[in-house]
């Protein structure tokens, strides 16, 4: 019975547009970033591979203790999001192995403690730790931002992060608000991403040795031909009126926002703080066999993998991460990057992410969504003081 309603769910799904926006204009744009990527050096001079570097430890602190814990209180700080899974814990055991002291961020404490002791197994010298947080809510970013903050005084370490991995993200197929109003893909793929960026941008300003944003797209951003950055859209509330939902086109949507936000942070911040700048990457890791098309009908995602297989186009998660961590670990001085394909290359986004008006529009709404958030999280947190 059950393999029957599966079978009708997959029936069901395939005569929807999204399907065939998946998997017709998905492919096209997976094909065309690697057409980019071999075919740039003919039309650019421009340098497009860049070298992984070394990590440096940070420089000793004044009140240097002589517990064991001095080691681990000098290597520079990396968080991931969505690192219970997938490309997330493979970045994980790879920075591990660089010199990071890796934060998991991620919904599950369940999953977080399994992929934590998985991780111990394989390296007993980790040094991790895990941290609750749901992107989709505004209130769980800043209570792990809080404990965050609380866990480095704790544990004596330096009051910075070296490195943010924005790398959570949902493929959702059904319709629905998260808990502060948003569509919970845009609020999941974008909202969070900028809000948990914003709350951890004094930390990242704050390190001793440069430090570094990167925030993971995904070249579906490509099939985006216009977009109006206005409250309605970059909540998705506007998509509420669509007859049949559109998850394709709001996941195209949300990470075109990634990118246009990656690249006005990157502006931003090498206008302002010159001497020192955080620098900004976005990355895409291609197509990697993952949980992220974990709501779709099983029949529809294993024929997905199955044709991605068949093109060549179906990556390990050893080979997409390696993305991921060359955005990581490219040079200090570079920013404002779109890393694709490995081996340390980079590519060209589309067009409509380069737009910097479009950017700005995206910014100036976004830091009102997060001003809102700000202000009602601080009007409840006053409300909850006066009851206790």
């Known amino acids: 019975m059950t393999l029957v309603k599966e079978l009708m769910e997959a029936i069901h799904f395939a005569c929807t547009f999204s399907f065939w926006r998946m998997g017709i204009l998905w492919t096209f744009a997976l094909l065309y970033s690697y057409i980019k990527l071999r075919t740039q050096n003919i039309f650019t001079r421009k340098k497009t591979t860049y070298h992984r570097s070394a990590v440096s430890p940070l420089p000793p602190m004044a009140s240097s203790s002589t517990s064991g814990k001095t ?7 990396c968080i991931i999001t969505g690192g219970t899974s997938g490309l997330g814990a493979a970045a994980a055991l790879a920075l591990l192995k660089e010199g990071f002291f890796v934060v998991l961020a ?27 947080v749901d992107l989709s809510s505004f209130s769980s970013i800043m209570k792990f931002k809080n404990s965050l903050e609380k866990w480095l005084l704790d544990s004596d370490m330096h009051q910075s992060v070296q490195l943010l991995i924005n790398n959570a993200g949902i493929l959702a197929t059904t319709s629905q608000l998260t808990n502060d109003g948003h569509e919970r893909m845009m609020g999941t793929n974008y909202i969070g991403p900028f809000s948990l960026t914003q709350v951890l941008l004094p930390l990242l300003k704050n390190s001793p040795v440069p430090s570094r944003i990167v925030n993971v797209s995904s070249f579906t951003h490509r099939n985006v031909s216009s977009f109006r950055p206005d409250q309605e859209t970059v909540s998705g509330r506007s998509f509420s009126e669509y007859k049949n939902y559109p998850c394709a086109e709001i996941y195209e949507y949300s990470k075109l926002c990634v990118l246009l936000f990656s690249y006005e942070l990157h502006r931003q911040l090498h206008l302002t703080d010159g ?5 900004v990457m976005a990355v895409d890791p291609g197509a990697v066999k993952t949980n992220i098309m974990r709501e779709l009908p099983w029949f529809i995602s294993q024929a997905a993998f199955a044709s991605l297989w068949f093109l060549g186009l179906l990556q390990s998660r050893r080979v997409g991460v390696s993305s991921t961590l060359d955005a990581a670990l490219a040079p200090p001085e570079t920013s404002g990057l779109y890393f694709f394909g490995g081996n340390g290359r980079t590519v060209d986004s589309s067009a409509l992410s380069y737009n910097i008006k479009l950017s700005r529009e995206l910014w100036a709404t976004s830091c009102d969504i997060f001003q809102d958030s700000l202000l009602i999280y601080n009007r409840d947190s006053v409300s909850s003081e006066k009851a206790d």
């Open 106 to 132: 991620g919904r599950s404490s369940h999953k977080l403690s399994k992929v934590i002791s998985d991780i111990r197994r394989k390296n007993k010298e980790a040094h991790l730790e895990g941290f609750k």
């Open 275 to 279: 001497s020192q700048p955080v620098s």
């Open 71 to 77: 080691f681990g209180r000098r290597l520079p700080i």
